[in-house]
């Protein structure tokens, strides 16, 4: 069994950073076993992908509204992943879902693959 527990959301200004973390336990997790991935989700509408991070981290799989302004790691050793996120618009607006998967990660994981997910952060962009 994987518990997923994210932090460091809050609140800021447009144009402003935070960074994610998500801290993986459970005796079935363990480094390099399962991929990671972040996600989002607005009220009234379906969770949407964010990125995504392979095993070992050589693999990093971004959505298309991200445009260079997130980038997604992990340290296996610390059994953690992050989301740095810089240029935050209000549209960044969400709660935010970290994930695991036991598959590779080497190509684009649908949220079904994922058998694991955090209880989620706000992250809250407005002046």
């Known amino acids: 069994q994987v518990q997923l527990v994210e932090s460091g959301g809050g609140w800021v200004q447009p144009g402003g950073s935070l960074k994610l973390s998500c801290t993986g336990s459970?005796?079935?997790?363990?480094?390099?076993?399962?991929?990671m991935a972040w996600f989002r989700q607005v009220p009234g509408e379906d969770r949407k992908f964010v990125a995504q991070?392979?095993?070992?981290?050589?693999?990093?799989y971004y959505g298309d509204f991200v445009k260079g302004r997130f980038t997604i790691s992990r340290d296996n050793a610390k059994k953690m992943g992050y989301l740095q996120m810089n240029d935050l618009m209000p549209e960044d607006t969400a709660v935010y879902y970290c994930?695991?998967?036991?598959?590779?990660?080497?190509?684009?994981?649908?949220?079904?693959?994922?058998?694991?997910w955090g209880q989620g952060t706000q992250v809250t962009v407005s002046s």
């Open positions: 991070i392979s095993r070992s981290g050589a693999r990093t």
């Open positions: 459970g005796p079935s997790f363990y480094a390099y076993s399962h991929s």
């Open positions: 994930a695991a998967a036991t598959l590779g990660g080497t190509v684009v994981l649908s949220a079904a693959d994922f058998d694991a």
